[in-house]
């Protein structure tokens, strides 16, 4: 069995790490700059390849014609593909026999896109898991081989879900690729009529609004956490949220209502309590600790 893995992000890792000995090539997203100092950063899977002493490639763009003759001439039985980033070409699924071989992490067709686990969890799915398919030139839109599914817990992070969406796609893929490349596995076209999108992830989804209801943005605060990481303009300037909880306790929206193990925000229906926050040009502390040096009390105004 010989496989060609495509694959940028977290999610992609499992995957990557159950397959290894089989791949031959790993392409990955190039290296991008990130943090305070701007730095290059390797993806994760970069990262896992090169301990893995797998070789690896980081093509701005996988259609380019030279990239897909490289492709070819590695003569891969099939291309299995998990959190990469880029839609891939005709060319490019033709280059190995049985095609480019999806794991997404969502039940297809809902979800279709590049942020299915956030998504699900911003609407309030209690349901999600993992889709394997036959990818086509469509955003998985492809069709469907095995799905696996999973409740969400109430208080699941996208970072938590995601994590555990992964370990299900490494083993989903392991059991069904020995079939899939001797051409033996099911293919089941998805119904158009029940698909969503899941459109990627800009900063401004994750900023929490005090206006809303308490249960929207505790959902709001899952889904994007850790990344890109919700917060809140404050009068205390912006708060990024680390750890925060729902709570029942009602009052006039931004009004602090407890700062007794955290800082208690009214919503507008709950609240939410502000369990581990960081504040701006600062380090990440406890909602109390905040609390106490902003000299927060019940009354007070933060938003």
Known sequence: ?????????????????????????VVTQPDRPAGRGMKLHPT??????????LPVETPEKS???????????LNADALVVASYGQILSQAVLDSATRGGINLHGSILPKYRGAAPIQRAILAGETETGVTLMQMDRGMDTGDAIDVVRT????DETYGDLQDRLAEVAAQLVAKWLPRIVVGDYPRTPQDPVEASVAPKVEKEDAELDCRN????EYRRFRAFTPSPGAFLRTNRGLLKLSNVRISHQSGNAGAVLDTRDGVLVAFGSGSLKLLEVQPEGKRRMSGSDFANGARLKPGDRLI
């Open 1 to 25: 069995m010989r496989l060609i893995f495509f694959g940028t992000g977290t999610f992609a890792v499992p995957a990557l790490k159950a397959l290894a000995e089989r791949v031959v090539l």
């Open 44 to 53: 994760p899977v970069k990262l896992a390849a090169l301990e893995l002493g």
């Open 63 to 73: 259609r380019a014609p030279e990239f897909v003759d490289r492709l070819r001439n």
């Open 151 to 154: 409740e969400i817990g109430p």
């Open 213 to 216: 209801e308490a249960p929207a």
